[in-house]
């Protein structure tokens, strides 16, 4: 049995040191020992490519502000930030779930992921999305993972390797399991008040997308995502900016699932989520090509800490890091 041991981990560090000197992701995956019920010690290799491995198609993450002096803001350098494994304590890849209604019952459901990486806020929003959920008094389930990879089972696995693909891959777990009318939360979305009028808009039309913050797609985009998906440089300008923290999809409505697959097939091509904003701009861009208008503005549902004051339409607070006592004070009202 100690042979065995000692056997798994020296192949291990040869792999690891191998991924170091330039393998890529088809041979990453080649050399697990499965992508439906992987080991330990498959997600350690799988945390080595994604913190160590030369990468080289994350440059395209970082193609609008490369001399950019704030790390946090580099979306090429967060894709190396994700740590799938807990620091400590047991290898644990369960999905969570709180259940706000009968566990039998799928109509709704609110999703989100966070991994074990140590941007402060991440982890202790997500934790504490269930009591938000709750004090809002929503109706539905609440599924999230931390760390961990979504939709193991569904083979999502594959795509552990793409930018932000946990977003897509965490609706493909869902539609899995049953579930009709998905919605995504970031962890920095703290809900204010019941959302219920946001589910009936994905009811109604299939879709809830919210306009993002930014007036020109372009200037935050890539070639690269305009050559995957055949965009003139006009085509390119005109695409709506969208804001990925909540996207809501009716799985029962053919736009909803039309728009879902799609979006995992953008992942699975890899070139689409290859902008500094991956899934967020491959979001946009298949929006634009299905000609789906935005269900709403940033600004009509979300109070920030830049302007503090609940208006009646605002169903969620933007609380990103060092937003906690201000968030606290708004709770109070």
Known sequence: MMTKKILVYVIFIYFSKEILFGIEYEELYQNLSSLYAPTKEDFHLIQSYLN??????LKWLNTFYPECPRDELRYDLRAR????LPPKGPFDLSLQALFFTPPEEKERCVISFASWNQIPGYRENL??????????????????????????????????????????????????LGYKKILWLDTSCVPLRNFDEIFQKIEKEGYFLLKGRDSCFKEKS???????FGFTEEEHTSITPLFAAIIGLDLENPIGKELLDLWYKAAEDLDPYLSPRPEQNALAALAYKLQLLPSASFYDIFCTHQNPKIAPSHYFFLGYRGTQTLLKELLKE
Not at 81 to 84: E, F, N, P, V
Not at 222 to 228: D, Q
């Open 222 to 228: 890539s070639e690269k995502l305009r050559l995957s």
């Open 81 to 84: 930030t994700i740590q799938l």
């Open 52 to 57: 160590k491995a030369p990468r080289e198609y």
């Open 127 to 176: 934790l504490a999305m269930g009591d938000h959920l709750e004090r809002v008094k929503f109706q539905g389930h609440f599924l999230y993972r931390l760390g961990g990879w979504p939709n193991i089972e569904g083979g999502s696995l594959r795509l552990v390797h793409v930018p932000y693909a946990f977003k897509v891959c965490m609706f493909k777990e869902a539609e899995r």
